[in-house]
């Protein structure tokens, strides 16, 4: 994991909650990340997948019920 995202995390208080998160899902966010060309647009993704790891419920705009916070 590049050490910004996982910084991100931690300062987010969400590190935990991206770890419950399944490995495919975990993957997936970083290789989405990883492909933005912009820094605006890699930026932009690392707001939504910690947005998405807060409020849960969510991955990658689709509905994930097993992360509905309670």
């Known amino acids: ?3 910004d995202i996982r910084s991100e995390l931690v300062e987010a208080g969400l ?3 991206y770890a419950a998160r399944p ?3 975990r993957n997936d ?3 989405w990340i990883g492909r933005a060309k912009r820094n605006e647009t890699r930026q932009a993704r690392i707001t939504q997948m910690l947005a ?3 409020n849960g419920g969510l991955y990658m705009k ?3 019920l097993p992360s509905v916070r309670k």
């Open 29 to 31: 966010y970083l290789a």
């Open 15 to 17: 590190a935990d909650a």
């Open 1 to 3: 994991m590049p050490d």
């Open 62 to 64: 689709t509905r994930h």
């Open 23 to 25: 490995f495919y899902q």
């Open 52 to 54: 998405e790891l807060r």
